[in-house]
């Protein structure tokens, strides 16, 4: 069963700075990955998404994430983060594999917390 | 665009009170989910439903049921309430698709006192 960690809950960061979030998932089959935020008493929206191709994927805001298969990572980089970033990042992963075209369900993680001081 | 929208957005109950938290979609989504957020847990899967005339159990079904009313419609009831479901409960909806990711409401914040 594929399951992900955050290992960090809360990551304080004095803006523009640069910010990693760390995310490690467990897998037996290629699946698809996901980082959403979720600003304050709102909603999750999605950042970024690794289905295949590069290694190195773009999101909106700023933010991008590398896949790195043999470490079984999919870290969350920011070069210059500002206060707006302040929020709870997820990863994801889906349930099932990319070359499976069904429903499938998202694994999250616990989340962590960017904190971006002035 | 509306997009997922969940009602209420707020709720207070007694512990044994039932309530019905209703989820509707305009995207024309096939798999649809609920899920609660807990601090420190991430979010965690209750029931979803892959398609219209389906559910099924997640992560943590008890003390939940659930009705796909149609392809639009996912509702999550609670037949007695408990102060461990106090959480804040997101529904999201998704398409059959390899590209494209699933989508969330905004969210009810329930409280069982």
């Known amino acids: 069963a594929q399951s992900v960690t955050q290992l960090d809950s809360q990551v304080p960061v004095f803006e523009e700075a640069p910010v990693e979030l760390r995310c490690n998932y467990s897998s037996s089959v290629s699946v698809y990955l996901f980082w959403y935020v979720q600003y304050p008493n709102q909603g999750l929206q999605l950042l970024l998404k690794y289905l295949s191709g590069s290694t190195l994927v773009k999101g909106i805001n700023g933010f991008e994430a590398e896949f790195n298969k043999s470490q079984t990572s999919f870290h969350l980089r920011k070069p210059s983060v500002h206060i707006s970033d302040t929020a709870e990042y997820f990863c994801?992963?889906?349930?099932?594999?990319?070359?499976?075209?069904?429903?499938?369900?998202?694994?999250f993680g616990s989340g962590t917390r960017l904190l971006v001081r002035p | 665009n509306a997009g997922v929208t969940q009602t209420p957005k707020f709720q207070v109950l007694k512990t044994g009170q039932s309530m019905t938290l209703q989820c509707a979609q305009d995207?024309?989504?096939?798999?649809m989910y609920w899920y609660r957020q807990d601090p420190g847990m991430g979010l965690r899967l209750i029931y979803y439903s892959a398609s219209e005339g389906t559910t099924d159990k997640g992560e943590v079904p008890n003390g939940y049921n659930v009705s796909r009313l149609n392809k639009r419609e996912f509702s999550l009831r609670l037949e007695s309430a408990a102060p461990s479901q106090t959480s804040v409960y997101f529904c999201?909806?998704?398409?059959?698709?390899?590209?494209?990711?699933?989508?969330f409401g905004q969210g009810t914040r329930l409280t069982v006192v």
């Open positions: 994801a992963v889906s349930d099932r594999p990319v070359w499976m075209d069904s429903s499938y369900k998202l694994i």
């Open positions: 995207m024309n989504h096939n798999s």
């Open positions: 999201a909806s998704s398409p059959v698709s390899r590209d494209t990711e699933a989508f």
